[in-house]
Structures are given as C-alpha cells and as structure tokens.
C-alpha cells in the first residue's frame, strides 16, 4: 500500500513489522489500525526527518453494482472517506506525494491531494504491456484500460532534494502480478 523511498529507514520499518504487516521495499497494512504516529516518530529517530517521497495505492472501492467487475482481486477495498482519513500529515512536511488512480478515482485523487497539503504537479502515466510487448488491455467500465496513472504532489520546500527534468513522464514497462506497479517507477 505504502512506499517509504527513505533508505536509513529500511531498520526502522523491519521494527515496525507486526502480524498485520509484512514489509520488503512497502509497507502492507491495514490503514485502519495502522500506527501512523509511531512510524513517523521511528523515522525522525532514524533518519533525522520524516519522509521525503510517499507513494501509495490506495485500495479504491468501486461504487458500481458489481465492483470487480469478475476480476478476483486479493484484498478489501475502502471508501474514499477512510482513505482520506490517513494522517499523511504525520509522516511529511517537505516532499512528494505520488497517488495511484484508477479511471474512476481520477477525480478523487486529485481532491485528496489538495486535501492533504500539497499541490498537483504532475502525472505518471504507465502503459501496460504484455509479456509479448503488445498493449496490455485491462478491465474498464466504457474502455479497456491498458495504462494506469499515478498523481504527483508536492508540498513544502524540495527545491534541493530533487533533480528537475530527469525522469520521463510515461513508463511503457509489463504489467506484473495483480496490484504491482513497474520497477521504473522506484527509479524516478
């Protein structure tokens, strides 16, 4: 759900690891109980701030009669009002936000990042391909999505924590296990 690009907080995280969650590069948790203020207090411990870059796909909960649409999906989702509950402002004051939206959430996304401070900069857009490099068609209610899109906020003062104009805004890469974004865009 979460990713914490913070490297001095890798430790910190393993510590914060609890039936409920299980870490590698993200943090997998239940938001709705989720210690919030304690990882961000273990994060200015270890790493002296809070976080520079959170990245996050929220579980969006669909609102059409039959929401998957057929597709089994491996985890529950959430209304929008309970995303929109999760204290971000507790674990940064200066930094990036990048959301992932699906096609209906879209608006959505762009409200909760207001919503929670920062302003929005820019998209990522990623085109899902196959294993065969064809454009990867996926379920939609009026198209076939073949790409998803990830929202970029900022907020604070980041001028001397990022290079500009580095990264491309669009990530042609294969679409991967159910929920899993492309390597590419950890490398931004």
Same mark, same amino acid.
């Given at each position: 759900?979460?990713?914490?690009?913070?490297?001095?907080?890798?430790?910190?995280?393993?510590?914060?690891?609890?039936?409920?969650?299980?870490?590698?590069?993200? &943090?997998?948790?239940?938001?709705?109980?989720?210690? =919030?203020?304690?990882?961000? #207090? %273990?994060?200015?411990? $270890?790493?002296?701030?809070?976080?520079?870059?959170?990245?996050?796909?929220?579980?969006?909960? #669909?609102?059409?009669?039959?929401?998957?649409? @057929?597709? !089994?999906? !491996?985890?529950? *989702?959430?209304?929008?009002? #309970?995303?929109?509950?999760?204290?971000?402002?507790?674990?940064?004051?200066?930094?990036?936000? =990048?959301?992932? +939206? &699906?096609?209906?959430?879209? +608006?959505?996304?762009?409200?909760? &990042?207001?919503?929670?401070?920062?302003?929005? $900069?820019?998209?990522?857009?990623?085109?899902?391909?196959?294993?065969?490099?064809?454009? +990867?068609?996926?379920?939609?209610?009026?198209?076939?999505? +073949?790409?998803? *899109?990830?929202? $970029?906020? $900022?907020? @604070?003062?980041?001028?001397?924590? =990022?290079?500009?104009?580095?990264?491309?805004?669009?990530?042609?890469?294969?679409?991967? @296990?159910?929920?899993?974004?492309?390597?590419?865009?950890? %490398?931004?």
């Amino acid at each position: 759900f979460f990713f914490f690009k913070q490297k001095t907080a890798y430790e910190m995280l393993r510590s914060l690891v609890g039936s409920e969650m299980c870490i590698r590069d993200s &943090i997998y948790a239940d938001i709705q109980s989720f210690d =919030f203020k304690k990882l961000a #207090l %273990e994060q200015q411990k $270890v790493g002296g701030r809070l976080f520079d870059v959170i990245m996050m796909d929220p579980p969006w909960q #669909l609102s059409s009669s039959q929401p998957s649409r @057929g597709v !089994a999906i !491996a985890y529950d *989702s959430l209304a929008d009002d #309970l995303i929109s509950k999760m204290p971000i402002n507790l674990l940064q004051t200066d930094g990036f936000i =990048f959301i992932w +939206a &699906i096609n209906a959430k879209y +608006a959505i996304a762009c409200k909760l &990042i207001e919503y929670w401070g920062y302003t929005l $900069v820019d998209e990522i857009t990623w085109v899902k391909k196959t294993v065969n490099g064809k454009i +990867a068609k996926g379920h939609g209610f009026y198209l076939q999505h +073949a790409k998803e *899109s990830c929202l $970029v906020g $900022v907020k @604070g003062k980041i001028d001397h924590k =990022f290079n500009k104009n580095i990264a491309c805004d669009v990530i042609f890469s294969e679409r991967r @296990g159910q929920s899993q974004k492309p390597e590419e865009i950890y %490398e931004l």
